[in-house]
């Protein structure tokens, strides 16, 4: 075959997509699209009627063959569980799909309520489909995708806040947080504001989210202390899976921070400093 990938590749952005939702890690995410596309190279192009549909399957059994294999390691992670930020650019498009809100609402789903769900809701896969994959019957799935949906339309309802307003938020709250004014923290943040920091026991962070604008700017004034003057490094603004955020050069390494905001106000701070996560950031 002349170019044995070129029927593959169209298809590759999806799947990386569906196996990140899937996993939350964007290195784990390519490994399995490239042991998919390992496997699509022995299989007869000529049997296969709907190309994607096909790989979506390929790439789901290895999903799921992998959230079983590290549901224990997920059960011992250290601390807060974030996903590995997808940065770009501002102004730049990126799937909904990959919002920070959706993916930790599908972290807290069972390996196999996340499967069944996207793959039925995002990939329009049949139920009949996903029984044989998931080895479950059809009934089964149909319930498992169910209760899935259930969890991802209790997520409170998202109100869109205009560009301006965004900047002018989280432009407010790195310089107070960051350059020696953390009281007024207490002008951009909801009063039940949350933080969730993600250290993975590699570098320090808040062991569990710290609920309510009061807190968070305790905890601020804390790091504020702790670094005693010293500047946080140079800063990026970008989008992170689709809120307004910052690639941060701390003292101790980089992280990403990410902004949820509605009505005016930040409700969720998202801050990832494993550095496992962000090796693709280098």
């Known amino acids: 075959m002349p170019n044995e990938g070129s029927d593959f590749e169209p298809h590759r952005d999806a799947l990386v997509r569906l196996a990140y939702q899937m996993l939350g890690s964007i290195a784990e995410a390519e490994d399995v699209v490239q042991d998919a596309f390992v496997r699509w ?7 296969v009627t709907h190309p994607r549909a096909y790989l ?12 079983r294999a590290e549901a224990s390691r997920r059960e011992t992670y250290v601390g807060t569980w974030l996903p590995e930020p997808v940065v770009t650019h501002p102004g730049e498009p990126l799937a909904h799909d990959l919002s920070l809100a959706l993916l930790m609402t599908l972290e ?11 793959m039925h809701d995002v990939f329009d896969m049949d139920y009949g489909e996903i029984a044989e994959l998931l080895e479950r ?3 089964a799935c149909r319930q498992l995708a169910a209760r899935a949906r259930e969890h991802v339309r209790q997520e409170r309802p998202r109100f869109a806040t205009d560009d301006a307003t965004r900047d002018r938020l989280v432009e407010a709250f790195m310089a107070a947080a960051f350059g020696g004014h953390v009281a007024a923290l207490a002008d951009v943040l909801a009063e039940d504001a949350v933080l969730y920091a993600d250290g993975g026991g590699k570098r320090p962070a808040a062991p569990q989210p710290i609920r309510g604008r009061a807190n968070i700017i305790d905890f601020f004034g804390m790091v504020a202390r702790s670094r005693a003057g010293s500047a946080i490094g140079r ?9 307004p955020g910052f690639i941060v050069q701390a003292v ?4 990403t921070i990410a902004f949820d905001i509605a009505s005016a106000r930040i409700e969720a701070i998202y801050v990832v400093r494993n550095p496992d996560k962000l090796r693709h950031l280098a």
């Open 137 to 139: 019957t059809e009934p």
């Open 56 to 67: 979506a399957r390929i790439v789901s059994r290895l999903c799921v063959d992998r959230m």
């Open 252 to 255: 101790d390494g980089v992280q």
């Open 108 to 118: 807290r789903l069972s390996p196999l309520e996340r499967a069944a769900f996207l």
């Open 41 to 47: 190279r022995d299989v007869d192009r000529a049997a």
């Open 235 to 243: 800063t990026q603004r970008v989008e992170i899976n689709t809120l």
